[in-house]
C-alpha cells in the first residue's frame, strides 16, 4: 500500500490543510488508516465503530488483539452514544482536564464493537488537545480509535518520522504534525469501580484528579516491579516501549551512577559493544559512551517527558546495544518518566 504523507502546522491550519484533513476524515470514514498528531504522542486512527478498522490498527501495529484502543472524540457529548450512561465524575473530570491527556474507563454501549475495546465491556474514552486530531475527528464522524502509532513493543513516536519508519506501507496516511508537546500516553482513570483508579501514569497526575473527585486509588501493579499481579490496564502486561538494545537504570548518588555508567560503558565498548547514557543537563559532559542523550534539567520533568522515547529510538537509529539511564524522582509526572521507563528497561535497575 502506498502511504500519503502531508505535513500540517497545528499553529496555521490554512485552506490547503484542512483539505488534506477532510480527505483523512474520508479515509477513515471508508475503513482506512491513519496517524495523526496528539498532545501526547503520534496515534494510529481508524473508524472506533467499524470492527473492521479496528482489526486493521491491531494488524498494522502488529498488537495483541486483547490490548483495547483508546476512542478519540472531540465533543464531550459524544460520550452519550458510546457508554451507557455518563457519572458526575465524569463530568468533572471531562470539564476539567479535556481536551487533554486524560482518557476515562467506562462501561461501553453497543454502538462499541468489542474488536474496538479488546473484548471488554468497557470503552476508554480521550479528546486530545491538538487542532489537528480534533479536525480530523470530526471529519471522520466522530469517533477515532487511536492506539500510539508504533510498531507494538516499540517506544512511542513523538515525532512523525517514527511513524513513517514503522507503519510506511501499512497504512494510507501519515500526518506529520511537528514533534508532540507532551511526549508521554495519556493517564488513564477507570470510572467503572468503586474509587477511580489509575490504570496508568501520565501528565494528569493523581494529584490533580484527586483535586476534582476527593479520592482516587492507583493500580499498585504499575509501580511495584515486584508484584505478581496483573495489571488492570490489558496492555500493561505486555512488554513496552523498550529500545532494540540492552536499557539498565542506575540509582544512586550522582557522584556515584556517573562513575558506575563510565565504568560499564568502558567494558561493553572493549567487547566492541556501542554504548548510550541518557542523562541530565548536569552529568552529560561527564559520561564517556559513544552517544550520550540530555533530557534537560532533572526537576524539569516536563522536558525530560518530552524527550524520553525520542532518546529511546534515537538509540535504535545508532545501533546502541547497551543502554544506561539515570533514574528520576517518581513523584508527579515522575510517576509517569519512571513507569515508561522502567517498562522500556524490563525493570532492569541497579541501586548504588
Ligand atoms: P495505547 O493506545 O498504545 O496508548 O494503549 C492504550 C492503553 O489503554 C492500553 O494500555 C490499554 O490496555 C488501555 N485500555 C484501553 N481500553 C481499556 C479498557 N476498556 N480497560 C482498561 N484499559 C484499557
Ligand atoms: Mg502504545
Not at 476515562?104 to 487542532?131: C, H, Q, W, Y
Not at 522515547?309 to 508527579?332: H, P, T, W, Y
Request: glycine share 10%; hydrophobic share 40%.
Amino acid at each position: 500500500m502506498e502511504t500519503e504523507l502531508v505535513v500540517i502546522d497545528e499553529k496555521h491550519i490554512n485552506a490547503e490543510a484542512e483539505e488534506a484533513i477532510k480527505h483523512a476524515g474520508e479515509i477513515i470514514k471508508q475503513g482506512g488508516l491513519v496517524a495523526f498528531p496528539t498532545e501526547t504522542v503520534y496515534g494510529l486512527g481508524g473508524d472506533a465503530l467499524n470492527p473492521e478498522s479496528s482489526k486493521k490498527i491491531y494488524a498494522a501495529k502488529g498488537r495483541p488483539s486483547d490490548n483495547p484502543l483508546i476512542v478519540h472524540i472531540a465533543d464531550i457529548e459524544d460520550i452519550e452514544y458510546i457508554t451507557d450512561g455518563v457519572s458526575e465524575a465524569a463530568r468533572k473530570l471531562a470539564k476539567a482536564y479535556w481536551p487533554g491527556p486524560l482518557t476515562m474507563i467506562m462501561n461501553k454501549s453497543d454502538k462499541v464493537p468489542f474488536e474496538t475495546t479488546g473484548g471488554l465491556g468497557t470503552v476508554a474514552i480521550r479528546m486530545p488537545n491538538n487542532k489537528i486530531a480534533l479536525e480530523l475527528i470530526k471529519a471522520s464522524g466522530g469517533y477515532i480509535a487511536a492506539p500510539s502509532a508504533n510498531t507494538s513493543g516499540r517506544p512511542s513516536p513523538t515525532v512523525a518520522r517514527y511513524c513513517v519508519e514503522d507503519l510506511d506501507g501499512k497504512i494510507n496516511m501519515i500526518i506529520d504534525g511537528g514533534q508532540v508537546g507532551i511526549g508521554l500516553e495519556s493517564t488513564i482513570v477507570d470510572l467503572t469501580s468503586d474509587v477511580p483508579m489509575i490504570l496508568r501514569p501520565g501528565y494528569i497526575t493523581a494529584d490533580m484528579i484527586k483535586k476534582v473527585l476527593g479520592e482516587v486509588s492507583i493500580d499498585k501493579t504499575i509501580i511495584d516491579s515486584s508484584s505478581t499481579l496483573k495489571p488492570k490496564a490489558p496492555g500493561m502486561k505486555y512488554k513496552h516501549y523498550a529500545p532494540k538494545g540492552t536499557l539498565t537504570i542506575v540509582s544512586g548518588a550522582q557522584e556515584d551512577v556517573v562513575r558506575y555508567i563510565n565504568s560499564e560503558t568502558e567494558k561493553a565498548r572493549l567487547e566492541g559493544k556501542r554504548t548510550g547514557v541518557i542523562g541530565t543537563d548536569s552529568t552529560v559532559s561527564l559520561y564517556k559512551a559513544d552517544t550520550v542523550k540530555n533530557l534537560g534539567k532533572r526537576d524539569d520533568e516536563n522536558t525530560i517527558a518530552h524527550e524520553l522515547f525520542k532518546a529511546l529510538r534515537e538509540f535504535d537509529d545508532e545501533g546502541v546495544d547497551i543502554m544506561f539511564s539515570e533514574s528520576f524522582d517518581d513523584s508527579g509526572i515522575g510517576q509517569a518518566i519512571m513507569n515508561r521507563l522502567l517498562k522500556a528497561a524490563g525493570h532492569n535497575v541497579v541501586f548504588l
